[in-house]
Protein backbone atom coordinates (compact mmCIF):
# COMPACT_ATOMS: atom_id res chain seq x y z
CA UNK A 1 0.00 0.00 0.00
CA UNK A 2 3.08 2.30 0.48
CA UNK A 3 3.05 2.69 -3.17
CA UNK A 4 -0.41 3.28 -3.68
CA UNK A 5 0.28 6.06 -1.14
CA UNK A 6 3.11 7.38 -2.47
CA UNK A 7 1.62 7.73 -5.92
CA UNK A 8 -1.40 9.22 -4.41
CA UNK A 9 0.24 12.07 -2.89
CA UNK A 10 2.63 12.88 -5.71
CA UNK A 11 0.09 13.00 -8.29
CA UNK A 12 -2.08 14.85 -5.95
CA UNK A 13 0.56 17.39 -5.78
CA UNK A 14 1.84 17.40 -9.65
CA UNK A 15 -2.20 17.94 -10.06
CA UNK A 16 -1.80 21.23 -7.67
CA UNK A 17 1.27 22.18 -10.37
CA UNK A 18 -0.84 21.96 -13.58
CA UNK A 19 -3.13 23.93 -12.28
CA UNK A 20 -1.61 26.73 -11.30
CA UNK A 21 0.33 26.18 -14.42
CA UNK A 22 -2.93 26.48 -16.44
CA UNK A 23 -4.05 29.67 -14.48
CA UNK A 24 -0.51 31.44 -15.48
CA UNK A 25 -0.51 30.46 -19.15
CA UNK A 26 -4.22 31.34 -19.72
CA UNK A 27 -3.86 34.44 -17.71
CA UNK A 28 -0.43 35.76 -18.48
CA UNK A 29 0.26 34.27 -22.03
CA UNK A 30 -3.06 34.19 -23.45
CA UNK A 31 -2.71 30.38 -24.39
CA UNK A 32 -5.96 28.52 -24.20
CA UNK A 33 -5.75 25.59 -26.19
CA UNK A 34 -2.78 23.52 -25.37
CA UNK A 35 -2.41 24.88 -21.83
CA UNK A 36 -6.29 23.32 -21.87
CA UNK A 37 -4.92 19.76 -23.17
CA UNK A 38 -2.49 19.98 -20.14
CA UNK A 39 -4.85 20.52 -17.58
CA UNK A 40 -7.36 17.36 -18.54
CA UNK A 41 -4.13 14.69 -18.94
CA UNK A 42 -2.33 16.42 -16.10
CA UNK A 43 -4.94 16.00 -13.21
CA UNK A 44 -6.03 12.93 -14.73
CA UNK A 45 -3.03 11.15 -13.81
CA UNK A 46 -4.22 11.50 -10.24
CA UNK A 47 -7.83 10.86 -10.59
CA UNK A 48 -7.20 7.36 -12.41
CA UNK A 49 -4.41 6.45 -9.40
CA UNK A 50 -7.44 7.28 -6.88
CA UNK A 51 -9.38 5.33 -9.30
CA UNK A 52 -7.03 2.51 -9.02
CA UNK A 53 -6.51 2.52 -5.26
CA UNK A 54 -10.61 2.16 -5.16
CA UNK A 55 -10.62 -0.47 -7.50
CA UNK A 56 -12.66 -3.76 -7.03
CA UNK A 57 -10.23 -6.22 -8.40
CA UNK A 58 -6.28 -6.06 -9.35
CA UNK A 59 -7.37 -5.93 -13.13
CA UNK A 60 -9.79 -2.86 -12.30
CA UNK A 61 -6.47 -1.34 -10.01
CA UNK A 62 -4.23 -2.22 -13.55
CA UNK A 63 -6.42 -0.85 -15.76
CA UNK A 64 -6.73 2.45 -13.80
CA UNK A 65 -2.90 2.40 -13.21
CA UNK A 66 -2.11 1.64 -17.32
CA UNK A 67 -4.79 4.98 -17.89
CA UNK A 68 -2.56 7.35 -15.56
CA UNK A 69 1.03 5.91 -16.83
CA UNK A 70 -0.95 6.85 -20.48
CA UNK A 71 -1.60 10.41 -19.39
CA UNK A 72 1.46 10.71 -17.69
CA UNK A 73 3.13 10.65 -21.14
CA UNK A 74 0.31 12.64 -22.65
CA UNK A 75 1.25 15.38 -20.17
CA UNK A 76 4.98 15.20 -21.37
CA UNK A 77 3.89 15.65 -24.54
CA UNK A 78 1.86 18.87 -24.05
CA UNK A 79 4.39 20.37 -21.63
CA UNK A 80 7.17 19.97 -24.10
CA UNK A 81 5.28 21.62 -27.17
CA UNK A 82 4.46 24.61 -24.42
CA UNK A 83 8.72 24.33 -24.04
CA UNK A 84 8.98 24.14 -28.02
CA UNK A 85 6.80 26.68 -28.49
CA UNK A 86 8.14 29.25 -26.22
CA UNK A 87 5.11 29.30 -23.79
CA UNK A 88 7.49 27.97 -21.04
CA UNK A 89 10.60 29.04 -20.35
CA UNK A 90 13.37 26.50 -19.63
CA UNK A 91 13.58 26.81 -15.80
CA UNK A 92 9.73 26.39 -15.58
CA UNK A 93 9.53 23.03 -17.71
CA UNK A 94 12.56 21.48 -16.36
CA UNK A 95 10.78 22.26 -13.07
CA UNK A 96 7.68 20.83 -14.09
CA UNK A 97 8.53 17.98 -16.23
CA UNK A 98 10.42 15.95 -13.67
CA UNK A 99 7.19 14.80 -12.69
CA UNK A 100 5.61 12.83 -15.49
CA UNK A 101 9.40 11.36 -16.09
CA UNK A 102 8.59 10.03 -12.71
CA UNK A 103 5.60 7.82 -14.42
CA UNK A 104 8.26 5.01 -14.11
CA UNK A 105 6.82 4.41 -10.91
CA UNK A 106 3.39 4.10 -11.98
CA UNK A 107 4.79 1.76 -14.73
CA UNK A 108 6.81 -0.49 -12.07
CA UNK A 109 3.68 -0.61 -10.32
CA UNK A 110 2.01 -2.02 -13.73
CA UNK A 111 4.71 -4.42 -13.88
CA UNK A 112 4.46 -5.73 -10.43
CA UNK A 113 0.43 -6.05 -10.96
CA UNK A 114 0.92 -7.84 -13.86
CA UNK A 115 3.72 -10.74 -12.13
CA UNK A 116 1.33 -10.98 -9.45
CA UNK A 117 -1.78 -11.80 -11.18
Known sequence: M???NTAQIKS?????RIVKLYQHLSS???EFVLS???LRSGTSIGANVEEAIGGCSRKDFLHKITISYKEARET???LR???DSD???GIQFKSIHQTPKNSCALA???ISTRKNS
Open 12 to 16: YEFSL
Open 28 to 30: QKR
Open 108 to 110: SIQ
Open 2 to 4: KND
Open 87 to 89: YLT
Open 36 to 38: KQL
Open 81 to 83: LLH
Open 76 to 78: SYW
